[in-house]
Nanobody, 123 residues
C-alpha cells in the first residue's frame, strides 16, 4: 500500500514562490503532483519516473515549476516559482506502481492520492 502526505501549501502574491513536499511510503514507479481548481478538471502538473528520472510537466507550468525526487528520503518536492493567480488550486501528491499506461499526466493513471494542500496566489 502507498501512503502520501503533502505539506507546504499557503498563500502568496503573484510572482512569488512556494515549495510543496510529499512524503511517501510503499513501492512507487511514477510520483508527482496534480491540481484541481474550482470548476475545472484535475490537471497533471508534474510527475517523475522513479526508475528513469524522466520528468513530465504541464505546458502551463514549464519553466516555472520543478519536480525533484529523493528515493532515499521517500520525498518528492515541487518548487513553484513565478506563481500566477491561475495556479491557485488544491495540489495533490499522486503515485502509481507501474500498473497503468494511460500516460504520466493522465489522472486515472494514479490510484494513490494524498489529502491535498491548498495553494492560493493573489494578484
Amino acid at each position: 500500500q502507498v501512503h502520501l502526505v503533502e505539506s507546504g501549501g499557503g498563500e502568496v502574491h503573484a510572482g512569488g514562490s512556494l515549495k510543496l513536499s510529499c512524503r511517501f511510503s510503499g513501492y512507487i514507479v511514477f510520483v508527482g503532483w496534480f491540481r484541481r481548481s474550482e470548476g475545472k478538471p484535475r490537471e497533471g502538473v508534474a510527475v517523475i519516473s522513479t526508475r528513469s528520472g524522466t520528468m513530465y510537466y504541464a505546458d502551463s507550468v514549464k519553466g516555472r515549476f520543478a519536480i525533484s525526487h529523493f528515493q532515499d528520503k521517500n520525498m518528492v518536492y515541487l518548487q513553484m516559482n513565478s506563481l500566477k493567480p491561475e495556479d491557485t488550486a488544491m495540489y495533490y501528491c499522486v503515485a502509481e506502481q507501474g500498473t497503468s499506461s494511460l500516460g504520466p499526466l493522465h489522472p486515472s493513471q494514479y490510484p494513490f492520492w494524498g489529502q491535498g494542500t491548498r495553494v492560493a496566489v493573489s494578484s
